[in-house]
């Protein structure tokens, strides 16, 4: 079957050199330059959210709206970028696409987000308020290196949760339909089964005294990095970003089409530097995305996903009952 030629998993290594760099590099002054500016867009806007939460008046952290708006735009920013920047042609988003990551990315700050306030935030709180737990002391480091130890405590638990998806079976019923799509776009981070992304939501920030414009800028932060790791837009930022931020190089590659054990590493939703601490960090990329033959599914069969093994064995059973009383030799 015919596949585009940059359409498998190739890995660089130091002693091979990288074609698109190459490439880079042989190109007119003018076209490095751009490629340049494409390339720290990531960055850029990473540090203009950090900005703005850091300068945000106190009335505007505390309206009701702000976190949301803010995450819109950024959205709506990661998904612009597709049409200006493209990667790769297969990937391009369309209407189907376009209306299935919609779906999800509202399931997510409705459903889910209301479902893992419930399960995890409200309990934890109280279970602080119970046991005395208090570090207000949190509250005065920098505003920066708060945004930051909330980032990563929030990853440092979806690393993990990621990773036992792929390892216990249950679980990763649940993260399969993530790894269905067959293309990356920049909504598609919130594509998957809703117990899925309930698990991948939970979190222990609520037992700790952040202040609540450096929780609001990590969760925005995780927008980001997550939005550009997932968005058909060709940024490969450069390594004082992409040694400790997940890009879409090192999260393309999670969702290889090669084979399953290939998607085997990389969990690191928005922090990739957990999966070189802890021997999970491959180098790569891949245009190929998808599972099971790159088999696209709808929202219904995404929702049932989990459920499906019982119930086809349900159904084999039930048939198999009708068979030996209607047609016992029927083999
Ligand atoms: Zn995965
Ligand atoms: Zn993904």
Redesign the pocket.
Known sequence: MHQPQDGSTHRSSASQADPAAQAASDAAPGAKVRTTIVNLIPPFTLAAVVAFWGFAPDAWVEAPYTLVIVAVAIMAWIQGLEFLFERHEGWRINRREFATDVFYTVLMYTVVGWTATKIADEPLMALKERLGIATPWLMELPFVVQALMVIMLVEFGQYWMHRLMHNVYPLWLTHAP?HHVTQLNAL??AVGNPIELVLISLSVVALFDFSLAAIFCAINMGGVISGFA?ANVRSNPPLFYSFLFTTIRH?SL??TALSYEDTRCNYGNSIIVFDRIFGTYRDGESAIVGQDDRRRLSIYEQFMFPFQPVIDRFKAGRDEGGKDKSTPSAG
């Open positions: 993530h598609k981070g997932h999260h999670h969702h």
